[in-house]
């Protein structure tokens, strides 16, 4: 594609490259400054607080529940989807991505009238002797939900593409199906399971609003790395927000770093199998 | 799990029967928060169809250096928390920062004005045309333009007459679905906008305003109006999609 240069293409170029630094990468550099301008003593002197201790755990344990349930069930719900035939499976269909349409914020306030003080099921959550909003139960659940479709959407078309000859094969060589998806059929979907997951953990680690409103949002108690952020920006402790905001961004870079190689890996592996579909 | 909240926040919106619904959304402060959304929802689509476009050509036709960066910083929003991409504004453009006073020493005040509410928009859905656009040019033989060239036609006639018809689905599915995203955004805009009622509040900020001043009702309606809006957008894109399997 070896083209004259024309100065209507370098043109263009510099106008994307204007507006996607402008947008991403000025504002991404003004936080580290802000973070870093009182030096590495003070910025490292936030990451010894208690309560960022206790919010940076928190995230943590909510990214995991998230990760954990969201991939076995958004495994489990991936191959419903694709492998049975039923009535109401375009309906399941469409629900799946309901998470992504719905505000955070709205999510949040369902929860609370499900759970809240004067909650539908409070009833029942008391009766079984658990907590659920404003305990990290609730957080989990809102977590959980905000990330529902991301394994879903990223396995469903691997399990569409690989069919399912190779299992059949498994089952009429004697595997049992518990056998045939752990040595057939993980090993096919493993990439795509995993860009999925990384997904999920972004998000998770992001989630805000849903947290917050199910939360009460406690100091040291039911407080997240996010709800943190918030906090010291009201309390006009600045160094505080930058310095945990810092560290999310640096959790969200690495995730995508690892996205942009299972990109790569999922292609390659793509290619070795035949596959078609593979955009390179 | 998925079908109960539209349930439950109609329940609770119409807790006080039809009258309270419609006199919660019809109060001054909640009308001009969802005007206010949809405004600055329009803006960011119309912007980002634009830019997200001529940002996907430039990422498929050209080859420059700095091109990966670029693929990788489009990315980004998706992965940063968007509590975070607000605070970057207000770090960058807030009152306490170089850029900030400088701008609002000619006139321009961002932070804290609705201007602010569009900027945090473009940057969480700065992916969403990117990403539509650029499978489908990719897929699009650049030999077509390149004859529409030959033929005489300038750079922009070949783009209009031979490119973009083949992109608008794209772009339109992928702007519509930003504008779906757009109307929920909290994060962001809580800390950049300032959040003041009938002039930099938006409907999310208003839900979560009503439930934390314990007013439910309201933040359900709300809630409601915005889960019709976002669904019958989504109904829209899945039809042109469905247009663009057909064609």
New interface residues.
Partial sequence: ?RRRL?P??VA??A???T???A??????A??L??AFAEGLTRFAAVFTRPDVHSALALTALMVLVAVLVNTILGTATAWVLTRDRFRGRALLNG????????????????L???FGRKG?LTPFASALGVQIAFAWPGMALATT?VT?PFVVREVAPVLEEIGTDQESAAYTLGASPLVTFFRVTLPSIRWGLAYGIS?TA?RA?????AV??ISGGVAGRTETA?SF??RA?EDRDDLG??AV?VA??TA??I??GA??VLKRRRLGADRSTGADGA?V | ?????VA??A??GLSGGIDAFVRALWHPVARAALLLTLESAAVMALVNAF?GT??A???V????P?RRL?N??????????????G??????LGPG?P?GRSLESAGLRVVYAPASIV?CL??VT?PFVVRAVE?VL?ELD?AEEEAARTLGAS?ITAFRRVVLPALTPAILSGALLSF??A?????SI??VAGNIPRRTLTA??F??GE?ESGN?QA??AM?LV??TI??AV?VLVDAFSRKRVHA
């Fill in positions: 594609m024309r209507g293409r263009l170029i106008i994307a490259v507006y996607v630094c947008l991403v990468a000025v504002p991404a003004a936080l400054h802000g629900l799946v991505d309901v998470p992504f349409a719905i505000s955070p914020v709205i999510v949040g306030l369902v609370l009238e499900l539908l939900f529902l997904l972004a680690i992001g989630e805000f609003g917050l409103i996010t952020v918030y920006l927000a930058h905001a999310l961004v969200s870079v995730l995508l996205m942009e955009e | 799990m998925v079908a109960l909240p439950v926040v329940r609770s830019m001529l940002t050509y430039v990422l036709r050209y080859r420059f700095g670029l990788l910083l489009i990315d980004l929003p998706f992965a940063i928390p968007t509590l975070v991409a605070l970057m504004l207000v770090v960058l920062a850029l900027l473009l940057f700065l499978p990719r650049p750079d779906s995203r109307l929920g955004e909290f994060g809580v800390v999310a900020v839900v979560f439930v439910p933040a359900s809630a915005l889960i976002s669904f989504l």
